[in-house]
């Protein structure tokens, strides 16, 4: 019988490493696999400021 993971129409991309170190190769990727992501950048302010400001002290 064939496997029937062989009909699926994505693949993961490969891996390096084992178990916990286990990450995709970054010589691998492409923009096919979805690695583009424009707005990371404002993304990462937008949530740093929001924790930084509920973790810093009431100043009343």
Known sequence: ???P???AT???PPT???GCL???DPDALSAEDGT???GAAQLWKELTS????SSS????
């Open 36 to 38: 583009e992501f424009e």
């Open 10 to 12: 994505s693949k993961a």
């Open 50 to 53: 929001t924790e930084e400001e």
């Open 22 to 24: 286990a990450r995709y």
């Open 5 to 7: 993971l062989d009909k």
């Open 16 to 18: 390096l490493g084992e």
């Open 1 to 3: 019988m064939a496997n």
């Open 57 to 60: 002290p009431d100043p009343q």
